[in-house]
Nanobody, 127 residues
Framework: QVQLVESGGGLAQAGASLRLSCATS????????MGWFRQAPGKEREFVAA????????TYPVSAKGRFTISVDNDKSAVYLLMDNLKAEDTAVYFC????????????????????WGQGTQVTVSS
């Protein structure tokens, strides 16, 4: 059974940086894509970033490009999301995700192509 556990969330000021971590356990296939999603109160879950586990190919929505960076550490079986220049609208619960779809498909189809989810970590940005 695959398990994803997020950490690193918290309170940050606008303009600051924050790095989220996702510890993985179980059998994550090297062909899987790892992703980050977020969900703000009253809004749908939104795609934030994706990275193919073995190739390292990354995908971002336009809104995140330049500010968010996703990466993997194969030795630690971990996925990270570095968020720079945080804005109040980045406030949300951030979820780690894994699935067999490509990053492009994960960006287009969202939760529909995710097999595994973490429990989420809250990020609150004060302006």
């Amino acid at each position: 059974q695959v398990q994803l556990v997020e950490s690193g969330g918290g309170l940050a000021q606008a303009g600051a940086s924050l790095r989220l971590s996702c510890a993985t356990s179980g059998r994550i296939l090297s062909s899987y894509t790892m992703g980050w999603f977020r969900q703000a109160p009253g809004k749908e879950r939104e795609f934030v970033a994706a990275i193919h586990w073995s190739s390292g190919f990354t995908t971002y929505p336009v809104s995140a490009k330049g500010r968010f960076t996703i990466s993997v550490d194969n030795d630690k079986s971990a996925v990270y999301l570095l968020m720079d220049n945080l804005k109040a609208e980045d406030t949300a619960v951030y979820f780690c995700a894994a699935g067999p779809a490509s990053g492009s498909l994960m960006r287009l189809k969202g939760a529909a192509v995710v097999d595994y989810w973490g429990q989420g970590t809250q990020v609150t940005v004060s302006s």
